[in-house]
């Protein structure tokens, strides 16, 4: 970043190592580089319709999975007669709407319902999934930018906007923080140690990109908590979990303009390397402090949108069903 960033002499090296944020976005972060992720088009289509049963295998069995039916949030409440602005699972904030939790990962089951994939491993590349928005489950990590945007557009939404993200996390008073505009310590799920260091050495340089995917990372107890598990870290539209927890993709991509913005902004940040055409992730996973600014503003640019691994999540966005504002009259002078 500029002058308002923390330059380090690691920096680029960090960022190297931890795809999504354990050294890029930590200040014990270690400095050797991993290999880089396997690459895949961005425009890649959507996973192909399953088969009846298709996905039985994918389904965790490490990892008890609660019952997302047993709890579901009930949509924007309507008038009599009236249709709620936004979709089941879903806060209004201004005029669109957003996941009030990180997604899970659900797809068609044998006998023709829905069942959460396991959250906990790579998405498989031959079911058609969608990502629902649930409390008390666990959410869905090891997902790049290309999948949630597939999994947000089968649900019938769309990844949210940077803008909308912020906006959702720091509310109308621009808060850093969803629940007020200091920190408290405890209230959202991050700052915590690092998990690649009880299972995989406490040398970093030994790290390799295949560990940062490990299906145990996220199962490790006392890491990752379940969808609103976190009670106060709840905005004031009742959207959960935006800081910390797991990062969250959201649609924009990397360019001049947008490093610039960031740059001049009033935050303090690590410097990050960037290249035109990365992906953006938000908020911070539960290993993070203000590494790439505090709370709401936590931004990391410095991966490709199909870098996945452990500490990445996401949720989805969609348009308000509202009417269109009303216009203002122009009030002219007497003559």
């Known amino acids: 970043m500029g002058p308002r960033g923390r330059s380090r002499p690691r920096a ?5 190592l931890a795809g999504a944020g354990l050294a890029a976005c930590s200040d014990r972060a270690p400095s050797a580089p991993i290999a880089p992720a396997a690459s895949t088009s961005a425009e890649a289509p959507p996973p192909t319709a399953a088969t009846v049963g298709a996905v039985a295998p994918a389904i965790a069995t490490a990892l008890p999975i609660a019952s997302a039916s047993a709890v579901v949030p009930t949509a924007v409440s309507a008038g009599a007669g009236e249709r709620a602005p936004c979709p089941e699972g879903m806060a209004l904030v201004q005029r669109f709407c ?11 089951d044998a006998d023709g319902g829905l069942v ?9 590349s031959d079911v058609r999934f969608e990502a629902r928005s649930v409390p008390g489950v666990m959410p869905q990590g090891y997902v790049n930018r290309v999948e949630a945007a597939s999994a947000c557009q089968n649900a019938g939404k769309r990844l949210c906007s940077m803008r909308e993200w912020r906006r959702a996390c720091e509310g109308g008073r621009g808060w850093h923080w969803p629940y007020g505009a200091r920190a408290v310590v405890g209230t959202c799920n991050h700052e915590k140690g690092h998990v690649l260091s009880l299972r995989h050495g406490a040398d970093p340089r030994r790290w390799t990109y295949e560990m940062f995917n490990d299906p145990a990372l996220d199962v490790e ?8 598990e976190y009670a106060g870290c709840t905005s004031a539209e009742d959207v959960h979990d935006l800081v910390g927890n797991l990062h969250e993709w959201v649609s924009d991509t990397v360019d001049a303009e947008l490093a610039a913005k960031l740059e ?13 055409g990365n992906g953006v ?18 931004t990391t640019i410095a991966h490709e949108p199909t870098y996945h691994d452990y500490s990445i999540g996401f949720r989805c966005c969609a348009a ?3 009417p269109p504002p009303a216009r203002r009259q122009a009030t002219r002078a007497p003559r």
Do not use: Y
């Not at 001049?264 to 035109?276: D, F, I, L, M």
């Open 12 to 16: 680029l090296a960090a960022l190297l």
């Open 98 to 108: 957003i996941d009030r939790f990180e997604a899970e990962l659900v797809a068609p």
């Open 116 to 124: 959460q994939l396991a959250p906990n491993q790579r998405p498989p």
């Open 221 to 228: 107890p006392g890491f990752l908590a379940r969808t609103g």
């Open 264 to 276: 001049a902004e009033e935050v303090e940040r690590n410097s990050q390397p960037w290249k035109t």
């Open 281 to 298: 992730f938000m908020g911070g996973f539960f290993s993070t402090a203000d590494q790439h600014g505090p709370g709401c503003t936590f």
């Open 320 to 322: 308000a069903d509202l």
